[in-house]
Structure formats: C-alpha cells, structure tokens
C-alpha cells in the first residue's frame, strides 16, 4: 500500500496514531511520517486535515463528501504499480500461474515500471520466500519460475499474493452457489466463509491447471474425522461433479484447513473429531498455573465465558501453528504491549509454555491475538471482583450544588461508582460503606473517611492528582478519567525510597527493603516467609533491570511497598530498581491494585531511558516529580 493510503486507513480504524507506530507500520522514520502527512494534508485540502495533538496523529473530516472522494482516489492509487508490495505480489502471482518461465522485460512491461525495479522486487520476493520451500528459479532473461512444493505454494499465494492472482478470478455461479450452500448447511459466519472461498478458489486454479496436491504432511491427518473435514468432504462431494473431476483425500484435507484453524470460534465445534492432538484444557490449565507462579497476579482463574472462548481460542492457534496457517496482523505489536503490558506479558508466558509443551512457537501475530484475549479476561476478572466505589457529598449549600459537584465528579470517578447526598449537620453522618466524603468550603468535619473539599467550580486536573494520591480501605487507585499520575508514586514515601549499595544484589537489596517495612512495622516475618517461597517458584525480575518481588500474608492489614535503586553508570549492566510490594489476601482487599502496579512496573521496563534516570535517584521527591513529568508525558501520547 502506498504510505498516504496506509496512514489513512490506519487513522480511520484506530482513530489515532503515535508517529512511532506509524514509522514502524510504513518502515520508515519519524521525518519521513511527518512529510507523508505533509503532502496527506495538502491531498485532503479543505475537505479535511491530520493533526499531531498530545503526541498521537488525529484524523478530522471537515467536509464528509469531499473527503470520500479523496480517500477513495488515494486508497484507489496503492493499487497502482507505484507500491513495492503490490508489485512484488504481482511477480509472486505471474510466476507461479504461468505454465512458462517469465523474462523480467515481460514483468517490467506488464507493470509499465524499468528493468531494474523488477530486478530490486525479485531480490525482495526471494528474501520474503527464504523462509519456505518456494524458490525463485531461472535466470532474468531467459525466464523465471516457481518452483517448490505444492501446499507451500499455496501458501505463499494465500499469505502474499492472494488478490493480484485472484481478484478477477471468477469461480463461476454453480461453484459459489455449491459452496454457499455447504456454507450455510455449518452455519459459517461471514469472516469465515470469505475465508473459506479464498482457500476454495486456490484449490480450484491449482488443481484445473493440473498442479494436485500429491503428498501433505502427516500431522494434517489429525483432522480426518473432525468437524472441520465433513464440512469439507461436504464442499468436495458438492462441487466434484461440477468440474468433473474426483476430489482426492489430499485436497479435501486442505479444504479443511481454514476450518480447522479459523481465528475466531463462533461456530459449532470444528474440531471435534474421534482424536485430538493435544489436550487443550490441560494445556490451557499449564498457560494459568504458570501465569500464577511466575507473575502472581493474586488472583486463581474464575469458570467463565472469557476462559472457555479463550479455551476454543488456544485450540484453533494450535491448528493454525501445526498447519502453518497465519492470522493477519490487525494491531501493531508495539502499540499493543505499550497499551496492555500485563496482558502482553501474560502471552509471552502462554507462549512459553505452548513451546514447551508441544514445540510451535507463537509468531508476533499470535502473540498479539493472544495478548487481546488476556487483556478480556483481566477486565473480565476486574468486573467480576469489583465493588463500586460510594462518594457522600455533605454540603448545606443545597440540592443544586450537590448535583453540580457530582456531575462533574461522574466524568472523573469509575462509571458505576454509586453517589449520596447528605444534608450538613452538627452530628457526624452515618458513612457505613463510604469510600470518599465531598464536603464544600466552611464545613471543617474531622471523619475517618477520607474527605476532600470542593467548590462548585474546581480544577479537575488538580483533583486528579489529589484523588490519586488519596488511599482507599477498599480500593486501590482509582481509575479516572484524566491524567491520573503514577501510581507508583503514590504507594510510597520518603521513609520507603532507598538507595541502595552499588555492589547489591538483588537478594541483597530485597533484605534491605523487607528490613526497612519491618522497622515500620508494615510487614512481618510472616510476609518474609512468604516472599522467599514466592521467589523459590520462580524468579521476580521483569527484566535484567528491573525486579517486582512481590507476595501475599495473612496478617497483612493492608498494601505496603518499598522501593530501592542502585545507581549505575549508563554502560553498566545489572539489576537497577526493585519495587517490593507486601499485599493482603485477595478477600481483603481490591487486587486491581496489583494489576496496575503490574501494568506500571512494565511500562517502567521498557523504557531503558528512564529505568537509567530513576536508578540515580537519591530520594523520594525526586522520583515523585519525575514519574509526574513522565506519567503526565506517556499519557497525553495514549490519549
């Protein structure tokens, strides 16, 4: 695709864009995605323009029409021979439809470009097929052909050059009304069928040009008997009379494939079959009780919709890897793990077990598809364990104030937090259950809850801050609507901020950390048996710089964390930050808490820059107000 046509469509489906993700989308630089939104705008004229605003590219429509009929004239242009991709789909495609070897003049004529693109698009196509067992065989002048085995020509045909071979092939109407109603007879949905014909067209090119199928790999003969073969047997027995042709058992199991290997399950089962491979709910079982031993998420794997969708999930990947079958990548990985960091940290270990289990390795597709699916199940989990934050306003300055402050508070606090207003009184209110009193100016109560005072008119960012830095019996930080600060920041203080010796190690710097909340009284030995059993399971480091240990006790009365940094020059490698943390039973407090602590500590680690600048900290204000430039920083690029 061409980059205007690339940066359009990526703007239209995820609404906005970081430069980075974008240069990463196109292959190219920064510079180069601010020049190509340059010559965008001008192509857009007054119908529309795409502005950079808190670090991320936004598409705004001015005049709907007139911006249709540039988008379509731009998206219509990536069709044209002018992009790399599509020529060296084209090349894939001449060469291998061709029953006689192809001269790069006839290529370089029948795409009106010089001899010398087609050689550099031939160089490209090779390196795309070193991978497989396709290969480019022949000499420029004399012809080219492919060359290799025959389910892996499809492949690369179905992956890589789909459209140019098959966009104006037609299959005929007796063949599509066959396969229609074979469709409809398993009830497919609309994905899938398209899906399916893609498979189905290839196979009817193929084998009508005399290329059969003539031996398949005997894995694929695990899905004789399956769901996913009647269905093909079905389609075969349907369409053999149509060509004329008796379909062999080779060509039905590919029929079969996408089937088997579709991504998302929402028809009956295709897999089922008198045998399967592997377990799928044992294996889904190992991915949580590791995901439990080695993050400690606090938290056990709930029976729900989530994990049994995400269950029929690990059994079509496991298809799709054992048949090399290749999801699209919908999502930039970058852009994912950035958003979701515990999710994508729990893939990788989903990953991890896969290949230890069965020996496929998840490629960067799946890996994001995967992360998606963990990220639904944490929100899931975070639903089901929830209780709604309660705000009492107590103001005597009438009903209309009360119903100010609280529809300004509703666009900061939780969606389902739960609101009671409380006329002022000398006697002290009745809070039962109460997380948060709002009280307006003049009323100077002394609660045990925690309170804060507001005006009818008040600075929401500064209330943001002061919300998340408050502490909560039964909630950790809240999830606000704004730039919320570091959560971090607000799990600690100056007495549980250390610097730690240069030579620590990381058991070293644990011990001082532990020794330092005892002192204070946060934590016992109890919490410090419980800690070293965590680590014997496995080991509490993010990565080589940064350490999470972190562990639950009974007789914790609430969360307690300590921080320590070794500082280190920047060329020095080893372990730099650890952040300990102390958490209750999960029946004593709300674990979204050590989620987002998760979910920060990652961020934390991927960003070798300022993992180098907290490392030489020497005090907890200092941090404080880097973690505020940072927080406030990152947020506004997500936003």
């Given at each position: 695709?061409?980059?205007?046509?690339?940066?359009?469509?990526?703007?239209?489906?995820?609404?906005?864009?970081?430069?980075?993700?974008?240069?990463?989308?196109?292959?190219?630089?920064?510079?180069?995605?601010?020049?190509?939104?340059?010559?965008?705008?001008?192509?857009?004229?007054?119908?529309?323009?795409?502005?950079?605003?808190?670090?991320?590219?936004?598409?705004?429509?001015?005049?709907?029409?007139?911006?249709?009929?540039?988008?379509?004239?731009?998206?219509?242009?990536?069709?044209?021979?002018?992009?790399?991709?599509?020529?060296?789909?084209?090349?894939?495609?001449?060469?291998?439809?061709?029953?006689?070897?192809?001269?790069?003049?006839?290529?370089?004529?029948?795409?009106?470009?010089?001899r010398s693109t087609v050689s550099g698009d031939i160089a490209s196509?090779?390196?795309?097929?070193?991978?497989?067992?396709?290969?480019?065989?022949?000499?420029?002048?004399?012809?080219?052909?492919?060359?290799?085995?025959?389910?892996?020509?499809?492949?690369?045909?179905?992956?890589?050059?789909?459209?140019?071979?098959?966009?104006?092939?037609?299959?005929?109407?007796?063949?599509?009304?066959?396969?229609?109603?074979?469709?409809?007879?398993?009830?497919?949905?609309?994905?899938?069928?398209?899906?399916?014909?893609?498979?189905?067209?290839?196979?009817?090119?193929?084998?009508?040009?005399?290329?059969?199928?003539?031996?398949?790999?005997?894995?694929?003969?695990?899905?004789?008997?399956?769901?996913?073969?009647?269905?093909?047997?079905?389609?075969?027995?349907?369409?053999?009379?149509?060509?004329?042709?008796?379909?062999?058992?080779?060509?039905?199991?590919?029929?079969?494939?996408?089937?088997?290997?579709?991504?998302?399950?929402?028809?009956?089962?295709l897999l089922s079959g008198p045998s399967a491979p592997v377990d799928v709910e044992d294996l889904v079982e190992r991915i949580f009780d590791r995901i439990r031993n080695t993050m400690n998420l606090g938290f056990d794997v709930e029976p729900s919709d989530v994990v049994v969708e995400f269950s029929h999930h690990v059994g079509y990947m496991m298809n799709r890897l054992r048949y090399s079958l290749h999801v699209d990548r919908t999502v930039d990985e970058r852009e994912l793990r950035g958003r979701f960091p515990v999710a994508s940290r729990m893939a990788e270990v989903a990953r991890d077990v896969i290949a230890e289990e069965t020996g496929l390795m998840m490629d960067s597709a799946e890996l994001t598809l995967a992360a998606t699916y963990f990220q639904v199940f944490l929100e899931d989990h975070v639903a089901r364990q929830h209780r709604p934050f309660n705000v009492a306003i107590l103001t005597g300055h009438g009903p209309g104030t009360a119903r100010l402050i609280r529809a300004q508070l509703s666009k900061l606090l939780p969606q389902d937090t739960t609101y009671a207003v409380l006329p002022a009184s000398s006697e002290p209110p009745h809070l039962e259950g109460v997380d948060l009193v709002v009280t307006t100016p003049g009323s100077q109560l002394r609660l045990d809850v925690p309170t804060i005072e507001l005006s009818e008119v008040f600075d929401r960012g500064e209330l943001i801050r002061k919300l998340s830095a408050m502490r909560f019996a039964h909630h950790g930080p809240l999830a606000l609507s704004g730039e919320s600060g570091s959560m971090l920041v607000s799990l600690l203080d100056d007495e549980r901020f250390l610097q730690l010796p240069t030579d620590s190690s990381s058991a070293d710097g644990v011990t001082l950390l532990l020794d330092r909340l005892q002192s204070l009284g946060m934590v016992s030995d109890a919490f410090r048996t419980a800690l070293v059993e965590r680590e014997a399971l496995a080991p509490m480091q993010i990565n080589a710089e940064v350490a999470f240990p972190h562990a639950s006790a009974h007789d914790l009365q609430g969360v307690a964390c300590a921080m320590g940094v070794i500082p280190r020059g920047d060329a020095e490698e080893g372990l730099r930050i650890i952040f300990l943390m102390a958490v209750p039973l999960k029946t004593d407090y709300d674990d979204r808490i050590l989620l987002r602590a998760y979910d920060e500590i990652i961020r934390l680690s991927q960003d070798p820059l300022l993992v180098r600048k907290v490392s030489r900290l020497n005090s907890y204000i200092q941090f404080f107000y880097l973690m505020e430039d940072y927080t406030e920083a990152t947020t506004q690029g997500r936003h």
């Open positions: 695709m061409q980059r205007a046509a690339t940066i359009l469509t990526q703007l239209e489906t995820c609404l906005s864009a970081a430069p980075e993700a974008l240069a990463r989308r196109l292959g190219v630089g920064v510079r180069t995605v601010a020049t190509e939104v340059a010559a965008l705008n001008q192509s857009l004229g007054r119908s529309g323009s795409v502005r950079l605003a808190d670090g991320r590219y936004r598409l705004l429509v001015v005049d709907v029409e007139a911006f249709r009929e540039v988008r379509d004239r731009i998206t219509g242009e990536q069709e044209s021979f002018n992009d790399p991709e599509r020529r060296s789909a084209f090349i894939l495609a001449r060469l291998t439809r061709s029953d006689a070897p192809v001269t790069t003049e006839v290529l370089a004529a029948e795409m009106n470009v010089g196509l090779r390196d795309l097929l070193a991978h497989s067992g396709v290969a480019i065989e022949g000499r420029p002048h004399v012809g080219l052909r492919v060359s290799g085995p025959e389910l892996e020509i499809r492949t690369m045909l179905l992956r890589h050059a789909y459209h140019a071979a098959y966009d104006t092939f037609p299959i005929g109407p007796e063949l599509e009304r066959a396969f229609s109603e074979t469709a409809d007879d398993f009830h497919f949905g609309d994905d899938l069928r398209a899906d399916l014909l893609r498979w189905l067209t290839v196979m009817l090119d193929r084998t009508v040009n005399g290329h059969w199928l003539s031996e398949i790999p005997a894995a694929y003969s695990e899905i004789n008997g399956t769901q996913a073969h009647v269905y093909a047997a079905a389609l075969a027995a349907r369409i053999s009379p149509l060509i004329d042709e008796q379909i062999p058992p080779a060509e039905v199991l590919f029929l079969a494939l996408p089937a088997a290997g579709r991504r998302t399950p929402t028809t009956a089962d």
